[in-house]
């Protein structure tokens, strides 16, 4: 980086970062990829844009089994947009019977490993057996296509089959975290109108058994939709089980039968909803399809994971985060890959408990988020060193930004300096993977989402809609439909018109600023309203924050702006660092390294330190909950159902400067 701050307006986003690394795949990488030169790169995405029908017509007939080809393959009216019209196909299928068909009933499709330590192995052939049988327990209890059935389940094999099962029959999931309050489930629940719950006895967190059962039934006297509550033994803890409404899941596949043929779906089939905090209010039911959305994550896993037969592919995230939905279950099975799946802590028993898990099961592939890439940092290098990690061959990231200087330690001390990191750009609403390096291909820069997918055109605009130029910040828009984009917003259309596609018209506005390099390179700068407004000058906080947190002591920063009558807004910043006890010249460091990193301009007006930052229970910073607390706000009058730890909230209120 260097102190360059670029020409700002009070319309465009300045932009201070100037990483100049880059690391291209090895040779020996490039010639094993499934896109293995820029030309055939070239050549995807120039069709992709110039027959957009034609490219995904060849795909979805290639790619997915049809019960009834379809007739059309895009079409739009006003805000209904349809992919594959009159076609009908099945997610479970195209992700279990079809390898069946193929001959792969022996493949290990998951490898499981409970937090205790236990381990279980399912090939295609026995998942699929499993979801047929409670497939037809959720019919025995009155469950039929378009029916929504909710999900509160610990990291088991059971969560996903519960999930194959909705969809093999046509009835909705929606994946609640097991994390969440009894309340968050029950406005969920009856936002969605559930008639099912799903949950178990318990489930296992850094050797603690948390009572699942209980909340959940906290969460049923207000859930007055839900008719049945399907209970799975995890942790044998005693539960209380309501007669007439609650069923053991074992009991329930008892009597089932293994056989369950797939329903045929309408390719607009909802097939799932998952509900994400919108910035205020209450959370929003982001709908997925079925043709669109399955097409959109099985060639999305091809592409970015560059996935073989012998790989065996980690993606940490939970199925309560469409990360899981995408990555640990759809995209995978959909192309016959083995997915390992682990159900707890990533420092339990110990803060090695992931290097361990890669080295006993020669993971091959690891997909995991920035916010655990910082904690392994903070916790040290030693536990890495302790393990053999060559089974490694490439690294991926989601859900934040990641700090150059994180990234640096994730391609030195995971990667081995071999490994190609795939930072990859997308959201709920976009259903998959929108922007990303092909590993085989794509020199990367530490921190840049590189270039989009085929099908996929970003369009980045100032407030007055004009494109910008290059090295300008803007808002990030998508201006062509991909397969996988959301329908909707459940029960909620005005919100879904009025939030993504009124403020740009004809296009998908993402919420998120971003940046083009001259190379075409893809920056994401953060949320819209992150933005920090000094003296006229708008500042991303992902830059601000990549300064901080490549000062050696520093693990973790946040940085938010608050009301300043003289600059419009000051900056407050909110940093972790590596030690327990910060010495107090510390800040004056930080801010002498934020000038000579990015420039004056930058420099924090206030520094705390903290031990912890409030984040969603997937990892992401919660910043607008910060601001609050910069600009001295006693209440906090937002959505906090999403926030992992409230303690932290008290916490950072109490520690003014
Ligand atoms: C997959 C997921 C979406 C928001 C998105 C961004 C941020 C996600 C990256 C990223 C920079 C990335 N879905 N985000 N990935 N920012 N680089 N590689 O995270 O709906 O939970 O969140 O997350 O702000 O809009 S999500």
Known sequence: MSSETGQSTSRKIANVMQETRVFPPSQEFTTQAVIASESQYQHLYKSAKSDRDGFWSDLAKSELHWFKPFESVFNR?????????????????????????????????????????????????ELHREVCKFANGLKSLGVRTGDVVSIYMPMTPELAIAMLACVRIGAIHSVIFAGFSAEAIADRNNDARAKIQLTSDGLWRRGKNLPLKATVDEALKKSPTVEHC????????????????????????????????????DSEATSFILYTSGSTGKPKGIRHTTAGYNLWVKQTFAWVFDYKPDDLFWCTADCGWITGHSYIVYGPLSNAATVLMYEGAPNFPAEDRFWDIIERHRVTILYTAPTAIRAFIKWGDHHVEKHDLSSLRL????????????????HRKIGGERCP?????????TGGI????????????PGSCTRPLPGIVPLIVDEELHAVDVDQGGMLCIAEPWPGMLRGIWGDDERFVEQYWTKVPGNYLTGDNARQDADGYYWIMGRIDDVINVSGHRLSTIEIESALVSHPSVAEAAAVGRPDDLKGQAISVFVTVKSADPPTELKDELKAHVRKEIGALAVPDDIRFTNALPKTRSGKIMRRLLRDIAAGKE???????????YSILAKLRGDEE
């Open 421 to 429: 990191i795939v930072d990859t750009w997308w959201q709920t609403e």
């Open 434 to 445: 929108m922007m990303s390096p092909l590993p085989g291909i794509t020199p990367t820069k």
């Open 635 to 645: 209440e906090i009058a937002q959505d906090t159902s999403t926030l992992e730890d």
């Open 77 to 125: 009216e006003g805000h209904v947009v349809s992919w594959f019209g009159g076609g009908q196909t099945n997610l479970a299928y195209n992700c279990l019977d079809r390898h069946i068909e193929n001959g792969l009933g022996e493949r290990t499709a998951i490898i499981w490993e409970g937090e205790p330590g236990e381990q279980r192995r399912l090939t295609y052939a």
């Open 230 to 265: 399907v209970v799975l033994r995890r942790v044998g803890n005693e539960v209380p089980m309501q007669a007439g409404r609650d069923v053991w899941w074992h009991d329930l596949v008892e009597q089932a039968s293994a056989d369950c043929p797939a329903t045929p779906l």
């Open 395 to 410: 690294l991926g990231t989601v859900g934040e930004g990641i700090n150059p200087e994180a990234w640096m330690w994730y």
